[in-house]
């Protein structure tokens, strides 16, 4: 079992940044793949980015590249998405999600543990 807490949300200008932050307690958090899914209202889940807990590589979406970025700090159980340059296109509910499949990344199903979830507003 995996807990996932996200904090960091918010109201923010376009243009602006924000680093959004995901506590996670379990054990063998070695064995997961951590992300973030998003979704906008009306929207279907966005994947977001990906990390894997042991090695730390990541993916992510091409369309993102450049403004997000996906770590994690091993010390604190912590998953982080910094997002910058921001668009009102962004708006959503950010989600930390977390699994022991390492394929099909993309796809919401893919994932066993969501948190609560996070907004972002950017106003333009």
């Known amino acids: 079992q995996v807990q996932l807490v996200e904090s960091g949300g918010g109201l923010v200008q376009a243009g602006g940044s924000l680093r959004l932050s995901c506590a996670v307690s379990?054990?063998?958090?070695?064995?997961?793949?951590m992300g973030w899914f998003r979704q906008a209202p009306g929207k279907e889940r966005e994947f977001v980015a990906a990390?894997?807990?042991?090695?730390?590589?990541?993916s992510d979406l091409d369309s993102m590249k450049g403004r997000f970025t996906i770590s994690r700090d091993n010390a604190k159980n912590t998953v982080y998405l910094q997002m910058n340059n921001l668009k009102p296109e962004d708006t959503a509910v950010y989600y930390c999600?977390?699994?022991?499949?390492?394929?099909?990344?993309?796809?919401?199903?893919?994932?066993?543990?969501w948190g609560q979830g996070t907004q972002v507003t950017v106003s333009s």
């Open positions: 999600v977390a699994s022991t499949r390492f394929y099909d990344l993309g796809y919401a199903s893919t994932w066993n543990y």
């Open positions: 379990g054990r063998s958090l070695s064995s997961y793949q």
């Open positions: 990390i894997t807990w042991s090695s730390g590589n990541t």
